[in-house]
């Protein structure tokens, strides 16, 4: 089961994103989320319900009921605005570059640490599995590999921002 401050990650990873509407569902517990297309400001209420499961207790053979008791968790005020994909213009110019893409929905890092050196820089050449950056989703720091190998043409996001899966990271020209 999720933990309320797991399910404030969630709201505000999706509150950051595009992304309109989410559902999960694990182990009975089911979350949804749904944003407001508006250009009002709105709030989204998601209410966690966990399943009210009859448990035998094994020992003295009486019956335990555990009830559930639901919560709900507003989101953040704030209106998702459409991801611009700048890749797609430059791409369909010169088929010779391919794009570094997310492989999930985080925040970017291009290096290690804010006072470390960052893993890539415009120019440079990468291989298929040199890393280029991080992606943080959930507490976990993810390190992206290149899949590509040549020179990183261009840096389609900027450090600390949110990106969404299958969005171009990187411009890279291959060898």
Known sequence: MLKIQEIREIIKLIDQSSIDKFTYEADGAKIK?????T?????APVQVQMPVPDVQDS??????VQQAVPETVEAPKQVAKPVAEPAAEVKA??????????PMVG??????????AAFVQVGQKVGTEDVVCIV???KLFNEIEAEVSG??????????????YGQPLFLVKEN
């Open 33 to 37: 989320i749904v944003k407001s297309n």
């Open 93 to 102: 110019a010169d088929p010779s570059l391919k794009s570094i893409v997310s």
């Open 59 to 64: 020992t003295s053979g009486a019956q335990v």
């Open 107 to 116: 925040t970017f890092y291009k290096s290690s640490s804010p006072e470390a």
């Open 136 to 138: 943080e989703a959930m």
């Open 39 to 43: 250009t009002a400001t709105a709030m």
């Open 151 to 164: 020179e990183i043409v261009e840096i389609l996001v900027k450090d600390g921002q949110l990106v969404e």
